[in-house]
């Protein structure tokens, strides 16, 4: 029997609606709009701005990063 679970940075998604209270196209669009591009500091920038833990952080961004990008 196999799952669709959902892999990767995109598990975090559902957590991090709750835990935040803003839907995922929300996060992606801040960190789109955001004058930084590189991964860590975009990471930095929404733990320390916008509280988000570290994991958290991280997934949004390696997300976003990947859909732009085409990977």
């Known amino acids: 029997m196999t799952t669709d679970a959902v892999k990767g940075p ?8 709750k835990k935040y209270g803003r839907p995922i196209a929300e996060w992606k669009e801040l ?9 860590m ?11 988000l833990g570290h994991g958290h952080a991280n997934a949004l961004v390696a997300h976003t990063l990947a859909e732009d990008t085409g990977k």
């Open 10 to 17: 995109a598990s975090y998604f559902p957590s991090i609606e």
């Open 41 to 51: 500091e975009l990471v930095a920038w929404l733990k320390t701005e916008h509280g």
């Open 31 to 39: 960190i789109r709009s955001s004058p930084l591009t590189r991964h």
